[in-house]
């Protein structure tokens, strides 16, 4: 019986030992957006960010071909602006059909598909969930090195710096007009803190105000701290 009762109690504190040192699952990487987006440059685009084909793709595999510039917060298919269509694949074929396009896709990588009969692709864009930058970045190419930049270092202009901290200081990217940028409140410069989530920028304003943007890298390539070209609102923004 003592024998019995010794064999019980060391099975038992071995089976709590177990328990305490297996570790968790770790659910931090475990989010993943409620949509997929597609980017690419539109036929005779080369190198003009001004003209990118955007395709959201839901996972009930309707798709929409604009990017909602101000967030994708909650986007589903009540999002308007743009045409939802249907897009499917067989095998590496594919096809993205609306009323107005019908596109033949090949299945290049997991990441990459190639428009059938043309030399664009679309790429999908990497995750960007709790990305933290650092720089400074300006919708002028090249801005830090050409010789007519036309801003001082304190002026208003339009830049962003951000910090790995999570700090923002917003010198201007959303005003149209320099000659008076606290005109519209809403468009001022101004600085606050700022968090990624679901392909969105949110920045929090230290007065109170909140702006919501699309946020993407380039292509297929992973932003990080130091991505010298991100898509914020839809439009380039260049860290040099």
Known sequence: MKNYLMLAAILFISLVSCYKTDPAPDNTDSHKPPFEIWMGLKTGATGN????????VLPSKDYFNQLPSERFLNFSRDQTGGTWGTFTMNGNAGTFTNQYETIQVKKVSETKLEKVGYTNHLYKCSPVDGVKLSGKYNTILNWSTIANYP????DPQPMIEFTATGTFN??????????????DPQRAPGSGTYEIK????????SGGRKVTKAFTGVFDEKVTATSELVFIGGNPFYNH
């Open 49 to 56: 960010w001004a003209n990118l084909d955007w395709k959201i």
């Open 170 to 183: 917003d010198m201007g990217i959303f005003v149209t007009n320099f000659s008076m940028p606290y005109q």
């Open 151 to 154: 801003y001082g270092p304190n």
């Open 198 to 205: 679901d392909f969105t920028l949110t920045l929090n304003y």
